[in-house]
């Protein structure tokens, strides 16, 4: 079954992942995209939670069949192993003797259950890199509280100016779409690691790496957290961003003509209508001042043309401007595919789903996940033999005892 | 060997970006022990230099605390590469140089014939990252754009909005510290090969790719089931209570995530068990999330009366997952980043003493970080120019002259 891959950034990696729902898998997905061998560790019989998340391929649910799940998993091997129990853990110990990272996903009070702190690790292994993404880190006075996507993007700052230019201030600040928080701390997760593995380079020992899922979110908000440390001040929700969408035919159209000379562009892109020169129009403050009027006198020009119209005529002028595009026409898009962005991503019914491909474009050493994510269980028998050579006698004494 | 040196001592990175995206990846290269040498126009500076948040009695074309923000453990200096003695200059830097990053518009590194191929031609081995809006391809790769016209562009306000209504937009900087996060593994990951093969390479990463790759599922459900997803407020698939909820004063806000029976039990306790948490409708966790909005509405009722960060403290020790909607000034006020001292204070003339963020992880045993203030515009000329390019002081005074240099 093995292939000739393309040599990765990480070829010959080893990363034992215990890592459940979204944050954690997918610091070990990027990193399996970088060729490392990622094996996932799942508990016997319900598998990571995502397993049970949709949407699902084909809208029929099953544990193999979560696309979610199916994306942040891809390129990983699965083993099943009830860390609950010693023997289970054993064999973790034992597998973790010759690898280099051990990725942790979940909440501390499961990490302390399961005994598999750093301080033990290390000295089953001191060069192991233990890399632990929990909702409020390891230290700190909420270590022990619950996250998760809402909770993260509602304190992190994020919700407090979503959505942008607020209209209804009854309500509520809204978290993105998708789960932005967490996908941004398994994107740090990977980050830190390859922190960490300069680290050990430099150091000659491994490290433990302390993600919160808070923290990375929390630091996109540096410019209100600045503003603070220099000049307090109650901030205003919506305050931070006015909404830039307009309404075109068939949709809006986002438009942000910053500057005065990109303000002139658009103003002759729209037939130099005379109430451009009206002084309240006039310069960037009286604009700013007269928001509403203004953006009802755009939306009547935007209102007669498709918003990839809109988006072409503006853009040709050099105002920025993009059309507000949903999935669909994400994927339509020109720019997009001439990109090959969207590659064929195998799922383990042997389908092909077109997916969003890696972050970045290497010229050489970004492999990108080969194999589709593992169905719950899949790889324990052979890796077990293979790394710890278990006999067929002692796997099938593990499987009745509930262990694999 | 000794366990204090830096992780990236040794690499040295030239580094041509500016506003967001690019500083915020060199500012983490550098505190990861990087040599960071940014390079601005001498008459054409980091535009966030001065804006947008100003600091009193500063130059505001100089410095601001938006850019002391973004460019700390950086030295300075100052080459106007449009011309060409700037040009060759710019070359010379690259030439000692470990990696070239840079995040300007489509054509100004182009125009200046300072891609990958120029650098490539001084020094076989050299890494680019480039960061740009759709990417360095593509019949659109020269459109212009600022940061928050990516959420449009992606796809990402389509998904985001109140249930059922049209879509929204994100607030605030979001795709540009997210591509800076993105640039900076890019760097450290070309780095880590080239260690091994000896190679340099091109990376090339657009914001717009980064922010699709946020939100996968929502790509997959159309892909393979067609369908074409829209807002959904605060909720999740399953789960309720799981939104935002009124509390006392203005603008204040709360979060709660009920995902599964202990923790609606949790919630109860803290409630106070009324009457009507016993109500049919709300007996177990499909229940609740048919009937999510009596249920929503029931417990706004009661969080209106509750200061929010208090009432998360009480439910977070009862067991129920719970969030303030925090502003940045909470974020600056909170225990829990204070004591992960996820704010380090630095000091420098004109700022006095005021924090940076650090790396948003900690490494132990470490090191962790090298932190300095961001540089004056030009402060490091004289150390790039003569200490590492060796120039002579006639040569920098020619330079200077011609202002292909401050």
């Given amino acids: ?404 | 060997m000794s366990g204090t040196r830096l992780p990236l001592e040794g690499i040295t990175i030239a580094d041509f970006s500016w506003v967001l995206a690019g500083p915020r990846a060199t500012e983490y290269l550098g505190a990861m022990g990087a040599r960071i040498i940014k390079i601005e126009g001498p008459y054409r500076p980091d535009q966030f230099r001065s804006s947008p948040i100003e600091i009193p009695g500063a130059d505001s074309e100089k410095y601001s605390a938006t850019f002391w923000s973004l460019n700390y453990s950086k030295l300075g200096c100052t080459i106007d590469f449009t011309q060409p003695k700037g040009r060759e200059l710019a070359l010379k830097l690259a030439a000692v140089c470990d990696v070239v990053i840079e995040n300007y518009a489509y054509g100004v590194m182009e125009k200046a014939r300072l891609t990958y191929e120029d650098f490539r031609q001084v020094n076989p081995e050299i890494i680019m990252v480039a960061g740009s809006a759709l990417g360095k391809t593509g019949p659109s790769k020269a459109h212009v754009t600022y940061g928050a016209l990516l959420h449009a562009f992606s796809g990402l306000n389509s998904v985001t909005g109140y249930e059922g209504e049209p879509s929204g937009t994100l607030g605030g900087t979001f795709t540009d510290p997210l591509t800076g996060a993105t640039l900076a593994l890019a760097v450290l990951a070309a780095v880590w090969r080239r260690r091994r093969t000896g190679r340099g390479q091109f990376v090339d990463a657009a914001m717009s790719e980064t922010t699709i790759n946020q939100f996968p599922e929502a790509f997959l459900d159309y892909t393979v089931n067609g369908r074409v997803g829209g807002p959904q407020g605060n909720s999740e698939a399953s789960g309720a209570p799981h939104g935002c909820y009124p509390c006392r004063g203005e603008n204040r806000w709360i979060a709660i995530a009920v995902r599964n029976q202990p923790q609606w039990e949790a919630l109860c306790g803290v409630l106070g068990d009324p009457e009507w948490t016993r109500d049919p409708r709300f007996t177990d966790q499909y229940q609740r999330w048919c009937h999510r909005a009596a249920l929503g509405a029931l417990v706004a009722g009661w969080t209106q009366q509750q200061d929010a960060i208090d009432l998360m403290h009480r439910l977070q020790r009862a067991g129920v997952p719970a969030g303030a909607t925090y502003h940045s000034g909470d974020v600056l006020a909170d225990a829990h980043h204070r004591a992960r001292g996820f704010l380090v204070p630095l000091e420098q003339e004109i700022v006095g003493r005021k924090p940076v963020l650090r790396l948003p992880w900690l490494l132990d045993p470490g090191p962790n970080g090298n932190y300095f203030p961001a540089p004056l515009l030009g402060q490091h000329n004289d150390f790039v120019f003569r200490e590492i390019l060796g120039l002579s002081a006639p040569e920098l005074e020619e330079l200077r002259a011609g202002k292909v240099i401050l």
Avoid at chain 1, 183 to 195: E, P, Q, R, V, W
Avoid at chain 1, 359 to 383: I, N
């Fill in chain 1, 1 to 404: 079954m093995t292939q000739a891959e393309p040599e990765g950034v990480l070829t010959g990696l080893q990363v034992m992942e215990v890592a459940d729902f979204v944050a954690g898998p997918y610091a070990g997905r990027m990193l399996a995209e970088f060729g490392a061998e990622v094996i996932k560790i799942e508990p016997p019989g319900r598998g990571d939670s995502a397993r049970r998340v949709g949407p699902f391929a084909h809208d029929a649910p099953g544990l193999d069949t979560s696309l979610l799940f199916n994306y942040l998993n891809a390129g990983k091997l699965g083993v099943t192993l009830d860390l609950s129990c010693a023997s289970g853990r054993a064999l973790l110990l034992r597998l973790l003797e010759t690898a280099d990272v051990f990725l942790y996903g979940g909440s501390v009070q499961e990490l302390e259950r399961l005994g598999l702190g750093y301080g033990h690790l290390s000295r089953v292994n001191p060069r192991l890199i233990g890399c632990y993404v929990t909702p409020f880190g390891l230290k700190g006075p909420y270590r022990e509280y619950q996250g998760g996507e809402l909770v993260a993007s509602h304190l992190s700052g994020l919700a407090f100016d979503t959505p942008g230019g607020v209209n209804d201030p009854e309500k509520p600040p809204l978290k993105p779409g998708g789960r932005q928080a967490l996908m941004i701390a398994g994107l740090y997760g990977c980050l830190a690691t390859f922190h960490a593995l300069f680290a050990r380079e430099a150091a000659g020992q491994g490290q433990e790496v302390d993600v919160s899922e808070l923290e990375p979110v929390t630091s996109f908000q540096f410019g209100g957290i600045t503003r603070q440390a220099f000049a307090p001040q109650t901030p205003v929700r919506g305050e931070a961003q006015a909404s830039p969408l307009y309404r075109a035919q068939d949709g809006d159209v986002a438009i942000n003509p910053m500057q005065e000379y990109m303000w002139q562009a658009m103003v002759q892109v729209m037939g130099n209508p005379a109430w451009a020169s009206q002084p309240e129009f006039t310069g960037r403050a009286n604009r700013a001042a007269n928001r509403k009027a203004l953006r009802d006198l755009v939306d009547q020009w935007t209102q007669q043309y498709p918003k990839e119209e809109v988006y072409q005529r503006l853009q040709g002028a050099r105002v920025p401007a993009f059309p507000n595009n949903t999935v669909a026409d994400v994927v339509a898009s020109p720019q997009v595919q001439s990109r090959d962005f969207f590659q064929p991503m195998p799922l383990p019914s042997g389908e092909r789903a077109l997916a969003p491909g890696p972050r970045y474009k290497f010229m050489e050493g970004l492999p990108g996940v080969g194999r589709p994510a593992p169905r719950l269980g899949e790889h324990t028998v052979t890796l077990l033999q293979a790394r710890l050579g278990l006999s067929q006698q002692e796997l099938i004494q593990l499987f009745q005892q509930g262990v694999v």
